[in-house]
Structure formats: structure tokens, C-alpha cells
């Protein structure tokens, strides 16, 4: 970085390289990097509202939430006609729990993009995290009605149904959403869930084999098959399921 920055120190619109880079680093995830680059990006073009917008999300992924609120108010205040500000304003408050504030400013991103399918889809998955489930079905029948082949649609009205312990409405949206995408591992998850929950053995076993074959790093996954296999007295394949999940994430804790 400090390389970079003295190269480009003598060049007229470095901001564009800079933001350029920090795209790049945050492709890769080095998302601490990516930061520097577009602070740097910002202090040379400080009207760019893109520039802090970006900044600000990445702030967020790097979990500095004050810096986040300042850098994304920043942008506010250059664009406030952007629905992508607002709803990342809405993620920092919902993950510093003020949930009150993080549905003004989500409710504010859909008043701006009202026909915006995905952006309702993003609100109902912060409300199913908040176990709103009730609101965030509101919203995802609304996206549904625009976008009904939306496979993420359907996910999510699972994950809802789900919490409100409505599980054959729930089956019947996750698997709305296998018909679309049969390798999705969190759909395959989301269903082997319900029938733990339900206590259909058989059929939990089979969907979570299906996930943890299309996604073998997922640590969680991995901890509750071992779950189940102990409570089914299959000691041998309850230690190496465990195993996997500490493997995957040492530091795991289910």
C-alpha cells in the first residue's frame, strides 16, 4: 500500500487507481487493505458520494461500526437519493442494535426503489434475523409478486415459516427454491432443519448429506450432524463430524 500510495502520489485523479485497488483487494477479501485504498480514494475526491459509500460498506464488513455511521452519513449528505446508502445505514444500526432506527432508514431505501425485489428480499433477511417473521413475510410476498422465480424468494420464506413453526409451509418453499437451483446448500440446510425440528430423521440426514456435499467448509453444518449422530448412539461418526467442524474452524463453538 505504502508503495502504491508514493507511485501514485505525483498522479492527477489517483482516486480512480486507488478505488480501482481496493475493488480489487476487496475481491480477494483483504478487506483491511481495501479500507486504506479507498480512504486514500476519498482523500482525493472527497465529492464522490460512490467513494464513501464504498467506504463505508467496508467498514462494516471490517465491523467498525462508528466509522461506518460516520463514512456512510458522509455519503448521506453528498447523495440522498441513493437506496444503497440508506439500507447499509440500515445494516450498521440493525448490527448495533438499534433495530428502530435500522427499519427507518430500510423503509426509506424502499420508498426510493419501491419496485425493487432484492432490496425487500435484503430487509426480510434482517428481519428474519431479528425473528420479525411476520414482517419480513410481508416483505418477501411482495417480492414475490415481482419476482417469483426469484429463488431467494423462496429461501427466506422458508427460513420465516420456519421460526413461526409452520414447517409444512416451510418444506413446501424450500423446496419451491430446490426447483429452481438443486445446488444451493443453504436451501438444503434450511430444509434438513425443519425435519430435525419435525423429527423426520431420514429425510434430515439426506438433506444435510446434500449440503455438506455442496458446501463441506460450512463448520455448522457439520457440528449438528454430530449432534444427531450422537443422539443416535453413532459415537464413531459423531467424533468425526465434530472433528470436521473443528478442522474447518478451530476456534469453532457451536
Not at 465529492?47 to 463514512?71: C, I, P, Q, R
Not at 448490527?95 to 428502530?100: D, H, Q, V
Not at 431420514?202 to 449440503?211: S, T
Amino acid at each position: 500500500i505504502e508503495a502504491y500510495k508514493n507511485a501514485l502520489d505525483e498522479i492527477e485523479n489517483s482516486y480512480i487507481e486507488w478505488s480501482e485497488l481496493g475493488k480489487k483487494l476487496q475481491a480477494r477479501e483483504a478487506f483491511e487493505f481495501a479500507v486504506e485504498c479507498y480512504v486514500f480514494a476519498v482523500e482525493n475526491k472527497k465529492d464522490d458520494f460512490e467513494l464513501w459509500l464504498s467506504l463505508g460498506t467496508l467498514y462494516y464488513k471490517v465491523e467498525n461500526y462508528s466509522d461506518a455511521l460516520e463514512t456512510l452519513t458522509t455519503a448521506l449528505e453528498l447523495n440522498d437519493k441513493s437506496s444503497d446508502i440508506y439500507y447499509n445505514l440500515g445494516l450498521v444500526y440493525a448490527k448495533i442494535e438499534s433495530f428502530e432506527k435500522a427499519m427507518i432508514y430500510y423503509e426509506k431505501a424502499l420508498e426510493i426503489s419501491p419496485n425493487e425485489p432484492m432490496l425487500m428480499i435484503k430487509v426480510a433477511v434482517e428481519l428474519n434475523k431479528k425473528e420479525n417473521f411476520d414482517s419480513a413475510i410481508d416483505y418477501l410476498e411482495k417480492a414475490k409478486e415481482l419476482a417469483p422465480d426469484e429463488i431467494l424468494v423462496y429461501f427466506n420464506l422458508g427460513w420465516s415459516y420456519r421460526g413461526k413453526k409452520e414447517f409444512s409451509i416451510a418444506i413446501e418453499n424450500y423446496e419451491k427454491a430446490l426447483s429452481y437451483d438443486t445446488t444451493n446448500a443453504k436451501v438444503w440446510k434450511g430444509l434438513g432443519l425443519v425435519y430435525r425440528i419435525t423429527e423426520d430423521y431420514d429425510n434430515f440426514i439426506k438433506a444435510f448429506e446434500k449440503a455438506m456435499d455442496l458446501d463441506p467448509k460450512d463448520e455448522e453444518t457439520w457440528n449438528i450432524m454430530g449432534i444427531e449422530k450422537g443422539l443416535k448412539k453413532d459415537h464413531a461418526q459423531a467424533i468425526a463430524c465434530f472433528q470436521k467442524a473443528i478442522d474447518i474452524k478451530p476456534k469453532y463453538l457451536p
